[in-house]
């Protein structure tokens, strides 16, 4: 079953289009989150940033994250104790989260869509996008627990 496809109109213009001014920091942000792909912390972040554009600041990579979540291009997610990654936040997204070690494993089949419609129009709502996670023990830690015992 294939999602729908996400907004693929380039980040700077819809953060110009929000009217936010876009610095070559600032780009460099947005670049490392179009193209080296999801569940990057801010560390990371920062660090590939400096990549491209080496005077880029912890702040500026804080403040841009703030932005592209206000717009709605990205959002948070909090799973594990390493603080928040960022990911895409349109379109679908799902997880399957280990609740031992908090090891994530993104998976592309989805049946949502045909429920997002039926969704759509019991409730008149416009549906952007949806996050699916399913919580569990991933094979690693049940093959420890198996060891244990
Ligand atoms: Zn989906
Ligand atoms: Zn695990
Ligand atoms: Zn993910």
Do not use: W
């Not at 490392?32 to 792909?37: A, C, D, K, S």
């Not at 912390?41 to 979540?69: D, F, H, K, S, W």
């Amino acid at each position: 079953m294939s999602e729908k496809p996400p907004n693929y109109e380039p980040l700077v213009d819809r953060l110009r289009a929000a009217g936010y001014k876009i610095t070559p920091p600032r780009k460099a942000v947005i670049e490392v989150i179009e193209q080296e792909g999801e569940h990057l912390n801010p560390a990371e972040i920062l660090e590939r940033a400096q990549g491209i554009y080496p005077q880029t600041g912890r702040a500026t990579v804080y403040r841009t994250l703030e932005l592209l979540t206000a717009i709605g291009v990205v959002r948070p997610i909090y799973v594990g104790e390493n603080g928040p990654t960022y990911i895409r936040a349109e379109g679908g997204h799902h997880h399957l989260v280990c609740s031992q070690c908090g090891a994530i494993f993104d998976f592309d089949q989805c049946v949502a869509d045909d429920m997002q419609l039926e969704l759509e129009h019991r409730f008149g709502f416009v549906i952007k996008s949806h996050l699916l996670e399913f919580y569990g023990i991933c094979a690693e830690c049940q093959a420890r627990v198996k060891m244990r015992t």
